[in-house]
């Protein structure tokens, strides 16, 4: 079946504008997960779903993150004002009912803000 | 300190050789683990999950736990070229129900 697809699978902006990410998780997948990878580095966790909800949103960066999901499926991370620190690629990954499930990751989408 | 600690490399390893990574972490009572592949602008694939102690075989690969010393370590046995990769040790976080990431190891097997 299909996996997790994302997109943009590349994005460029300017800094201060605001930019929107999307995640479509593997179909019957309750869980939903979006890290943060740097160049050269491991995978920062930004926010975790189980359907609609997000139980823990300590793991964005600042107040300029945020992200929902909705209908159980599809999610979007919003970074506002971007800066030019928030350049990385932007994985999200998707699991059967969460806890200790494997994790499936999308393609990635890589973020270049100027 | 780091919640889960890997060398970063590069490890480098001629091919047919075992290529051993090793991967510390600081929550004791973690209970899930995996190994992760990931090639230089992909995204990661799972290779094996361990959650008991011992070894845990699965083709060329081997996971090897050890709780008592927070430890998981992952051989690869008769290296390849196309073994080449950064090699991820993931922890699941019962509490936050997050994986947490090591930095990961950078293979390389050489011809």
């Known amino acids: 079946g299909a996996g997790v697809s994302q997109s943009p699978s590349n994005k460029v902006t300017e800094k201060g504008k605001d930019v929107e990410l999307r995640c479509d998780p593997i179909?019957?997948?309750?869980?939903l997960y979006w890290y943060r990878q740097s160049l050269g580095q491991g995978l920062e966790f930004l926010i975790y779903?189980?359907?609609?909800?997000?139980?823990?949103k300590s793991g964005l960066p600042s107040d300029r993150f945020s992200a929902e999901r909705t209908g159980g499926s599809v999610s979007t991370l919003t970074i506002q004002r971007t800066q030019q620190e928030d350049s990385a690629v932007y994985l999200c990954?998707?699991?059967?009912?969460?806890?200790?499930?494997?994790?499936?990751f999308g393609p990635g989408t890589r973020l270049t803000v100027l | 300190q780091k919640e889960v600690e890997q060398n970063s490399g590069p490890l480098s390893v001629p091919e047919g050789a075992i290529a051993s990574l090793n991967c510390t972490y600081s929550?004791?009572?973690?209970?899930?683990f995996f190994w992760y592949r990931q090639y230089s602008g992909k995204s990661p694939e799972l290779i094996m999950s361990?959650?008991?102690?011992g070894d845990k075989e699965d083709g060329r690969f081997t996971a090897q736990l050890n709780k008592a010393s927070q430890y998981v370590s992952l051989l690869i046995r008769d290296s390849q070229p196309s073994d080449s990769a950064t090699y991820l040790c993931?922890?699941?976080?019962?509490?936050?129900?997050?994986?947490?990431f090591g930095g990961g190891t950078r293979l390389m097997v050489k011809p």
């Open positions: 990954a998707s699991s059967l009912s969460g806890t200790a499930d494997t994790q499936y």
């Open positions: 179909s019957g997948h309750t869980a």
């Open positions: 779903f189980q359907g609609n909800s997000a139980p823990d």
């Open positions: 929550d004791r009572v973690s209970q899930s």
């Open positions: 361990i959650y008991s102690n």
């Open positions: 993931a922890v699941y976080n019962n509490a936050g129900n997050m994986l947490t």
